[in-house]
């Protein structure tokens, strides 16, 4: 939380307004915000200042992992995070390569699991860094990314936090996440819990000890009409200490997170937090 606090503040301190075309508003913002969450400890970055809603950033990251596509499948699980990106997003709408209600396209897992090959087919990086992982192998390019710029055109989002690499050292198994662009406000909140969780579920299936996950941020941002809550209330708030987060120890392989596991497989526990916040969600 004071890590979160502190970015907040920099914001807020050192910020340049920048003009966002995709949005039509102004975004105060910052280059390069560096993040570590010492997931071998347990301590759980979910913001305490206001009330968070964990399990949607978990049933996300569940959605990227199984490569759904589609927002359908991800109200499913636990979250409506793509639903206004799908339905609402004008350019999108009227994007040839859109299927219909709720689609997507080609978004972070679904081209993490199926990345496309120049010579034909394609890639299922997930599979591939975790046999690794499995097998005790760490080639120094254990990278989970949802990055092609050859296929942006064919989705509602090009991704913001896109890649995830993994790192092998005896028996700890770090991470090192990037993301080219954050709402600090909202989308920070789900990221920092993301991040988190996706280091300690593979930890948990590749059968190592949770090391730190580091989180850079390169261009973090506070929207213009979020600025007067997040300076006049969120940041004023004291912050409490970090909960833990409980995941089902049944989980044990790759498999299981693609079929069975949904969002009450994790608990969090001593959450203590401030009242809630509605930020405006710019889409």
């Given at each position: ?172 198994l770090y991470l090192n996440s990037t993301q080219r662009s954050c709402d600090v406000p909202l989308g920070l ?95």
């Amino acid at each position: 939380m004071k890590q979160y606090l502190a970015l907040c503040q920099r914001i807020i301190d050192d910020g340049i307004w920048v003009e966002n075309n995709r949005t039509g508003k102004r975004c105060l913002t910052i280059i390069n915000a560096d993040l570590t969450y010492d997931v071998g400890n347990g301590e759980f970055p979910l913001i305490t200042t206001r009330k968070s809603y964990f399990k949607s950033a978990i049933a996300e990251m569940i959605g990227y992992i199984r490569g759904y596509d589609n927002a359908a499948d991800f109200r499913k699980i636990g979250t409506r995070t793509w639903d206004a990106n799908a339905n609402e997003n004008k350019d999108w709408l009227e994007n040839p390569y859109r299927k219909g209600v709720d689609d997507c396209g080609l978004i972070y897992g679904k081209i993490g699991r199926n990345f496309p090959k120049p010579d034909g087919g394609t890639v299922d990086i997930l599979r591939k860094i975790y046999n690794d992982l499995r097998s005790g192998i760490d080639d120094r390019g254990e990278i989970y990314t949802f990055y092609h710029p050859g296929a942006f055109h064919m989705g509602c989002l090009r991704p913001c936090m896109y890649s995830h690499h993994f790192s092998l050292l005896g028996d700890t198994l770090y991470l090192n996440s990037t993301q080219r662009s954050c709402d600090v406000p909202l989308g920070l909140n789900f990221n920092m819990v993301q991040v988190y969780f996706l280091l300690a579920i593979m930890a948990q299936i590749t059968g190592y000890k949770a090391g730190n996950a580091y989180h850079k941020i390169v261009n973090a941002h506070i929207y213009e009409d979020q600025l007067d809550l997040m300076k006049n209330v969120q940041i004023k708030r004291v912050p409490f200490e970090s909960p833990k987060l409980i995941i089902n120890p049944d989980i044990k392989t790759l498999e299981d997170l693609e079929t069975w596991v949904t969002v009450d497989d994790f608990e969090i526990e001593n959450y203590q937090y401030h009242d809630p916040i509605s930020y405006p969600f710019s889409v």
